[in-house]
């Protein structure tokens, strides 16, 4: 693996200073990245529940960190396609997490999926695939 | 049309309370709906760029603006799959505007598409396609 | 399980009267099903590839397998959403397998997603999500 | 435009030795292009309606027709990602159509959509989003 933990927290950091937000790096992996969501009243749809941006803006960032972790920290490698079904109502108030791999990593793109867990919940929230455009001079 | 501007207007601020980030009701007709997101600086990437998540979140309610102008103000439709496709880098610091329609309504879902644009630009920057579920006792 | 492998492949027969067309079922379990299609001339592309047509075939009738296997023989049940990412180049004039599982199963719509492999490669050729409708009487 | 009709017609009779199996060019202009299917046995399914695959294999063609018609006849393009969502039962027996443009042509990568319609129906019956991967030397 070409980066670290701690490369690619303080990374994260760097490039996502509203930090909290968008959560934390919890794992890293060949290929994989697990992170954290600790909900906040920005995140709430009416009844508690996790808002869909709030999983989507997750389950992007954290695939983004299992890409991170293969090819470098190439700040601008950018989502090209999103594509989330929601399965399942996260439970309300609880933390979310999301457990990305990538499925491939090309030239020019790479593929992967993410799988959302809403704390105390086994069965995923939602899952997504997504494509990241990797810039061509890295 | 089921549904005024004003009604649809302030059942979303009801239902989102932190209101202004997820946009503002631009624009209802039969099967569409028009938002607008001032973009502040939660919403943003290095380098002054509109976030994938701001543009996604203000895509999913601009076409759930656009079902419930069609069925009423249902509030138990969700999100059940969005696919979006990035293709342009918006302007920097400019609000962005979504424009909905639906594309087909049934009994149990509502599937439509939304163009994401960046004020100052002709072209799209996103474009997404939304299909959200419609709970049976309505 | 509703529905024995026997059961499936003979419903599925005569729902596809084309029969090989669209691959034959090889396993069934719990929530998963898996195809294999030997392709032929009407599957392939310049250099003997296979078709994305044939693999998103493939896949659909996987999930439908792993679908019915779960609910029953329910011949109205529909592909209502079906997104495809292809990942590698399959091997010239080899056959392809679909391996399909269910990611959630509802009232209305049942959510599964399908590795497409080719033989003599370790890594799959392609990855699906797919969303069938259930019809309401059943 | 890089390419004519009749260019593209013939490219496109070449590619695909099967022919109709995969519809008819019916029009090109710039940065759209729209294609029919004729459909017969192999492309039905129970009920005589035209059958998913048939109108994905459609969408995908017409898209690429779309696409070689802005970048000239590259025959490596091939699809990386492609989202349908299925609206409408299409008219048993009748002509499929597929209209297709494209959102975005890059360096590396075309994005596009396509509506399919079925004759003797007003509303489409499919809509996809479709992403060609284009090749770096061409």
Chains 1, 2, 3, 4 share one sequence.
Do not use: C
Not at 29 to 37: V, Y
Request: charged share 15%; proline share 6%.
């Amino acid at each position: 693996m070409t980066v670290t933990f701690e490369e690619l927290q303080a990374f994260l950091a760097e490039q996502f200073p509203q930090g909290a937000r968008y959560g934390t790096l919890e794992g890293l992996g060949d290929g994989w990245a697990e992170m954290k969501l600790e909900v906040d009243e920005g995140h709430l749809r009416p009844g508690g529940t996790v808002s869909g941006p709030a999983m989507m803006g997750l389950a992007d960032v954290a695939l983004y960190a299992a890409l991170l972790g293969k090819i470098g920290l190439v700040p601008l490698a950018v989502t090209s396609n999103l594509n989330i079904n929601f399965l399942r109502k996260p439970v309300a108030h609880s933390p979310i997490r999301a457990r990305a791999n990538m499925l491939r990593i090309g030239r020019a793109t790479g593929v992967g999926q993410v799988y959302v867990y809403s704390e105390g919940m086994e069965e995923p929230v939602a899952h997504a695939t997504i494509t990241y455009s990797i810039p061509a001079n890295r």
